[in-house]
């Protein structure tokens, strides 16, 4: 390969690292008025684990000290939406809730460092309930008393609030009063919880109805995804919680929709009194009609299709909202007539996963199953800073000495090394960043570490030059021996290096995985620097001078 | 140009008996203590809770002990980590452990409700809690088993195509020795042995099989230039050729380790010291034991390689018995 080439991909690779780790626009979810909301950030992309920015990291396993559970596997996919549903209560950056094995479900919480709000994902038990959308217009009758009731109030925003945690355990609170209305006396605490927090802008003329715009059936409105916040404070306001429709309740919608390039969340008020509740469904499953498309069919017990077959011919025509949980699923289906034992709802052009989730949601209601917590990690996030801190000082104290070293025993061809080693810093950062992995505390360390291993191949290479130029051989051919020679012993212990970090990758959990990436990626840069840039380096010095180099320093 | 051990022409292999004999000391003091008191497990690997705590004032520690015990938290360990006003308090003895299979959080949170009742509210703050069921547990040491395991066996399978089955043996009985001094070591310093730790000793047998390789390497190429010696001269010479390269590495990948053991806190400490102490156990066993076993190896099962392999068969026996000799005047 000529010299020309050797360059241009070296510099290929250098502008590509910067690109990868030049901090870009992201679409992430983030705090903005109290409420995260997904919305872009400019930041360099390298992922920290949980260890790193503080968080919580759960293992839930279905409880069977009340009872066996006969298909554990099928009990957590159930209880994989009732977790999300409420992991989503939590308001969290970036969560991660997913199946582990047959019978866990893992769940990571970046930025919550409270163990208590652990109980909340698993203890509750699901709640399915059905319930009619409002067809009398009662909030348009409502609004009049509210937007008074709120002129001159003061309300406090998110951001004008010192102080962000309490303001967040407020704002959160709030969320739980509205969700769980049921515990009164909860939701009371909470209300005056906000009602304290309040202090800041003042609900001006019409400051509740210019929040809601009226939706596509009866009883559904929308609310702009940025204002939620707002109206969720509103909506934890004893005054606001008296001034009400009678009979009714709002729910937030568990999906948020987007028109005309702005995202809005449903908010459905619904009659009070629950047509029926999960307790009496015996099961759901999703299925394919050839004429109606995808839909779910579901099963009542007996006493349940007595109860479904009056409500729901009480009700023709009207819209039957779907509740988990306090947060109404999906869309609400229209009801085409009475429904006994077997019913189905069609799911309207929508693709055959919608119709699995909310299989999932109905059998969640109906197959409550328990879980337990079976593994909790928090960190705080003070002293993930504070790992941070203290890798990158132990980082840099190791380059410092590592660079001491080639240079004093090396010289010049130490100095090129020294240049290859910035090199691998920058590639293997960039590496990390365009394969998204994630860096852990344990990964920082490995990466630390695998700064003075970097330079082994180097040290190999050189002495194999060393011993060349003691056989008397010229520079150029020194160099070129040197680097084949040592070739064999480079590739063969980073080989089987590599194999054991992708052992540790398959077997290894959160941090110790972000070790073995970390090791993966160093391996990889540093077969590339040390073998291919440093060569190059050699080459240029050579060409140099038209009159061939008689003495190396190394 | 500036050289250290350059062109030397020790005779390494030669004291392998009296090595052998203070490597097996070692290892039979670390593991013949595990029957007074067992590793220091994390509890990843036991199940149980872990508070870390971080207090205003330095504490007193009969007081967080006594604390504990009145809220029914008994057995607990409470040790400083890192400054004299951070602590953690871990429950792991097995009433802590059933306690936890009712849910693995409710320890934690009943250890911060009790402190922060007798400390103040303000005066600690708990920067990291783990709980870990005694299943989860289970599961992880299998994980963990299983790993060094199955890198092992990769080795052999890689260096066996790349090298051949004896050198491939010899290199994974040499990194499993790895395995036995570290875990003797971590008994005797009572490291405690987290996730962490098994990955700072599956780099270390990285490490030290990387540094097997090279020696092994030479080897290699130095059988192939075919001189007139025997396997015992060409393993000397190879290690001694290889010495310079082995004194540097070391070096640097000592000064990372020790920026890390000093500088990255108190987290990462045991990961250093377990690669701190790798570094010395590697590159002993790729010396001392992954050259003997294959000399013992190429004397049971020699190679078919011809002419030469008469005399490379017959000689490590006779010069084993000097060395044997020299070891013992």
């Given at each position: 390969?000529?010299?020309?080439?050797?360059?241009?991909?070296i510099?290929?690779?250098?502008?590509a690292?910067?690109w990868?780790?030049?901090?870009?626009?992201?679409i992430e979810?983030?705090?903005?008025?109290?409420?995260f909301?997904?919305?872009?950030?400019?930041r360099?992309p390298?992922?920290r684990?949980?260890d790193?920015?503080g968080?919580?990291?759960?293992?839930l396993?279905?409880d069977e000290?009340?009872g066996?559970?006969?298909?554990?596997?099928?009990?957590?996919d159930?209880a994989l939406?009732v977790v999300r549903n409420?992991?989503d209560e939590?308001?969290?950056?970036?969560p991660v809730?997913q199946k582990?094995?047959?019978d866990r479900?893992?769940v990571e919480l970046?930025?919550?460092?409270d163990?208590?709000r652990a109980?909340?994902?698993?203890?509750?038990?699901?709640?399915?309930e059905f319930q009619?959308?409002d067809?009398t217009q009662?909030l348009?009758?409502?609004l009049?008393?509210?937007?008074?009731?709120l002129?001159?109030k003061t309300l406090?925003?998110a951001?004008s609030?010192?102080?962000?945690?309490k303001?967040?355990?407020?704002?959160?609170?709030?969320?739980?009063?509205l969700f769980?209305?049921?515990?009164?006396?909860?939701a009371d605490?909470?209300?005056?919880?906000?009602a304290k927090a309040a202090?800041?802008?003042?609900?001006?003329p019409g400051a509740f109805?210019?929040?809601?715009?009226?939706?596509r059936m009866?009883g559904e409105?929308?609310?702009?995804?940025?204002?939620?916040?707002t109206?969720?404070q509103?909506?934890a306001?004893?005054?606001?919680a008296?001034?009400?429709?009678?009979g009714?309740?709002?729910r937030w919608?568990s999906?948020?929709?987007?028109?005309?390039?702005?995202?809005?969340?449903?908010?459905?008020?619904?009659d009070a009194k629950p047509?029926i509740t999960?307790e009496?469904l015996?099961?759901?499953k999703p299925n394919?009609?050839?004429t109606?498309?995808?839909?779910v069919?579901?099963t009542m017990?007996?006493?349940?299709?007595?109860?479904f077959?009056?409500?729901?011919?009480r009700h023709?025509k009207?819209?039957?909202?779907?509740?988990?949980?306090?947060?109404?699923?999906?869309?609400?289906?229209?009801?085409?007539g009475a429904i006994g034992?077997?019913?189905q709802?069609t799911m309207?052009g929508?693709d055959?996963?919608?119709?699995?989730?909310?299989?999932l949601v109905?059998r969640?209601?109906?197959?409550p199953?328990p879980?337990?917590?079976?593994?909790?990690?928090v960190?705080?996030?003070?002293l993930?800073?504070?790992?941070?801190?203290k890798?990158i000082?132990a980082?840099?104290?190791?380059?410092a000495l590592?660079?001491?070293i080639m240079?004093?025993?090396y010289?010049?061809?130490?100095?090129?090394?020294?240049a290859?080693?910035?090199?691998y810093?920058?590639?293997t950062l960039?590496?990390l960043?365009?394969?998204q992995a994630?860096?852990t505390?344990?990964?920082?360390?490995?990466?630390?570490?695998?700064i003075g291993?970097a330079?082994d191949?180097?040290?190999?290479?050189f002495e194999r030059?060393?011993?060349?130029?003691?056989?008397?051989k010229t520079v150029?051919?020194?160099i070129?021996?040197?680097?084949?020679?040592a070739m064999?012993?480079i590739v063969d212990?980073?080989v089987s290096?590599?194999?054991?970090?992708?052992?540790?990758?398959?077997?290894?959990?959160?941090?110790?995985?972000?070790?073995?990436?970390?090791?993966?990626a160093?391996?990889a840069?540093?077969?590339?620097t040390?073998?291919?840039?440093?060569r190059?380096?050699?080459m240029?010095w050579?060409?140099r001078s038209?009159?061939?180099?008689?003495?190396l320093?190394i | 140009?500036?050289?250290?051990?350059?062109d030397?022409n020790?005779?390494f292999?030669?004291?392998?008996?009296?090595?052998?004999a203070?490597?097996?000391?070692?290892?039979?003091?670390g593991?013949?203590?595990?029957?007074?008191?067992p590793l220091?497990?994390s509890i990843?690997?036991t199940?149980?809770?872990l508070?870390?705590?971080?207090f205003?004032?330095?504490p007193d520690v009969?007081?967080?002990r006594?604390?504990l015990?009145?809220a029914?938290?008994?057995?607990?360990?409470?040790?400083?980590f890192?400054?004299?006003r951070e602590?953690?308090v871990?429950a792991q003895?097995?009433?802590a452990?059933?306690?936890?299979?009712k849910g693995a959080?409710?320890i934690a949170?009943?250890i911060?409700?009790?402190?922060?009742?007798?400390?103040?509210e303000s005066?600690?703050r708990?920067a990291?809690?783990?709980?870990v069921?005694?299943?989860?547990?289970d599961?992880l040491k299998r994980?963990?088993?299983?790993?060094?395991?199955?890198?092992?066996?990769?080795?052999l399978?890689?260096?066996?195509?790349?090298?051949?089955w004896?050198?491939?043996?010899a290199?994974?009985?040499?990194?499993s020795?790895?395995v036995f001094t570290?875990?003797?070591?971590?008994?005797?310093m009572?490291?405690?042995?987290?996730l962490t730790?098994?990955?700072g000793?599956l780099t270390v047998?990285?490490y030290?099989?990387?540094?097997?390789?090279i020696?092994?390497?030479r080897v290699r190429?130095?059988?192939r230039?075919g001189?007139?010696e025997?396997l015992?001269e060409?393993l000397n010479?190879?290690?001694n050729e290889t010495l310079?390269r082995?004194?540097?590495?070391h070096?640097?990948?000592l000064?990372?380790?020790l920026?890390?053991?000093f500088?990255?806190?108190e987290?990462?400490?045991p990961?250093?010291?377990?690669m701190a102490?790798?570094i010395?156990?590697?590159?002993?066993?790729?010396?001392y034991?992954?050259?003997?076993?294959?000399?013992?190896i190429?004397?049971?099962?020699?190679?078919?390689?011809?002419?030469r392999?008469?005399?490379s068969?017959?000689?490590?026996?006779?010069?084993t018995?000097?060395?044997?000799a020299?070891a013992?005047?």
């Amino acid at each position: 390969m000529s010299l020309k080439w050797r360059i241009a991909i070296i510099f290929g690779l250098i502008a590509a690292s910067f690109w990868t780790l030049f901090p870009r626009t992201v679409i992430e979810r983030v705090k903005r008025n109290g409420e995260f909301v997904y919305d872009t950030v400019r930041r360099v992309p390298l992922k920290r684990g949980l260890d790193l920015q503080g968080g919580m990291h759960l293992a839930l396993e279905v409880d069977e000290s009340k009872g066996l559970v006969a298909d554990k596997s099928k009990a957590i996919d159930n209880a994989l939406k009732v977790v999300r549903n409420r992991i989503d209560e939590f308001g969290v950056s970036e969560p991660v809730v997913q199946k582990a094995g047959n019978d866990r479900i893992i769940v990571e919480l970046p930025g919550i460092d409270d163990p208590r709000r652990a109980q909340d994902v698993v203890q509750k038990s699901a709640f399915l309930e059905f319930q009619i959308t409002d067809e009398t217009q009662a909030l348009e009758k409502a609004l009049p008393r509210l937007d008074a009731l709120l002129k001159g109030k003061t309300l406090a925003t998110a951001d004008s609030t010192p102080g962000a945690k309490k303001d967040t355990t407020a704002s959160s609170a709030g969320l739980q009063s509205l969700f769980t209305a049921d515990t009164s006396k909860k939701a009371d605490s909470a209300k005056t919880d906000s009602a304290k927090a309040a202090a800041g802008t003042v609900g001006g003329p019409g400051a509740f109805s210019k929040l809601v715009q009226q939706g596509r059936m009866p009883g559904e409105y929308y609310v702009a995804q940025t204002d939620v916040g707002t109206m969720t404070q509103y909506l934890a306001l004893p005054e606001v919680a008296a001034a009400m429709p009678p009979g009714k309740v709002l729910r937030w919608s568990s999906d948020t929709v987007s028109l005309g390039g702005r995202i809005y969340r449903g908010l459905y008020v619904l009659d009070a009194k629950p047509i029926i509740t999960g307790e009496y469904l015996t099961d759901a499953k999703p299925n394919t009609s050839p004429t109606e498309g995808n839909l779910v069919q579901f099963t009542m017990n007996n006493e349940g299709a007595r109860r479904f077959r009056t409500e729901t011919g009480r009700h023709i025509k009207d819209y039957m909202a779907i509740v988990l949980d306090q947060r109404v699923m999906g869309q609400p289906p229209i009801i085409q007539g009475a429904i006994g034992t077997n019913g189905q709802i069609t799911m309207g052009g929508k693709d055959l996963q919608a119709a699995q989730d909310l299989a999932l949601v109905l059998r969640a209601g109906s197959l409550p199953v328990p879980l337990k917590v079976a593994d909790v990690r928090v960190i705080g996030a003070s002293l993930g800073q504070d790992s941070i801190h203290k890798s990158i000082t132990a980082g840099v104290i190791a380059i410092a000495l590592v660079v001491f070293i080639m240079l004093f025993y090396y010289r010049f061809s130490g100095a090129l090394a020294v240049a290859a080693l910035v090199l691998y810093i920058l590639y293997t950062l960039a590496a990390l960043a365009g394969f998204q992995a994630v860096l852990t505390l344990p990964g920082l360390a490995g990466f630390v570490l695998s700064i003075g291993i970097a330079v082994d191949a180097n040290v190999l290479i050189f002495e194999r030059i060393r011993e060349e130029l003691a056989h008397g051989k010229t520079v150029r051919t020194a160099i070129d021996e040197g680097f084949r020679h040592a070739m064999s012993a480079i590739v063969d212990s980073n080989v089987s290096t590599a194999l054991t970090a992708a052992v540790l990758y398959q077997y290894g959990t959160g941090p110790v995985r972000g070790f073995a990436v970390t090791l993966l990626a160093g391996i990889a840069a540093s077969m590339i620097t040390s073998i291919f840039v440093v060569r190059t380096f050699y080459m240029i010095w050579l060409n140099r001078s038209r009159d061939a180099q008689t003495s190396l320093s190394i | 140009m500036l050289r250290i051990l350059h062109d030397t022409n020790y005779d390494f292999i030669r004291w392998w008996k009296v090595m052998a004999a203070i490597t097996i000391a070692f290892i039979v003091l670390g593991l013949g203590s595990l029957a007074i008191k067992p590793l220091n497990l994390s509890i990843e690997f036991t199940g149980g809770t872990l508070v870390q705590l971080e207090f205003t004032q330095p504490p007193d520690v009969g007081v967080i002990r006594s604390t504990l015990d009145q809220a029914g938290i008994h057995g607990a360990e409470i040790q400083q980590f890192g400054t004299n006003r951070e602590f953690t308090v871990r429950a792991q003895d097995p009433a802590a452990v059933a306690a936890q299979s009712k849910g693995a959080e409710g320890i934690a949170v009943t250890i911060e409700r009790v402190l922060k009742q007798k400390f103040g509210e303000s005066n600690l703050r708990v920067a990291r809690t783990e709980g870990v069921g005694p299943r989860v547990g289970d599961e992880l040491k299998r994980g963990a088993i299983i790993a060094i395991l199955l890198s092992f066996l990769i080795t052999l399978v890689y260096l066996s195509i790349r090298f051949e089955w004896r050198f491939a043996t010899a290199a994974v009985i040499a990194t499993s020795h790895d395995v036995f001094t570290t875990i003797a070591f971590l008994k005797l310093m009572h490291l405690e042995i987290s996730l962490t730790v098994v990955a700072g000793l599956l780099t270390v047998l990285g490490y030290s099989l990387n540094d097997t390789i090279i020696i092994f390497d030479r080897v290699r190429e130095n059988l192939r230039k075919g001189r007139k010696e025997t396997l015992y001269e060409t393993l000397n010479r190879s290690i001694n050729e290889t010495l310079p390269r082995s004194i540097l590495t070391h070096a640097t990948v000592l000064a990372a380790t020790l920026s890390l053991l000093f500088f990255a806190g108190e987290v990462i400490r045991p990961f250093a010291w377990v690669m701190a102490f790798g570094i010395i156990t590697g590159t002993f066993s790729s010396i001392y034991v992954a050259a003997p076993v294959l000399l013992w190896i190429e004397r049971k099962w020699p190679r078919q390689t011809g002419a030469r392999q008469t005399s490379s068969t017959a000689t490590p026996t006779s010069r084993t018995r000097r060395s044997t000799a020299t070891a013992t005047r």
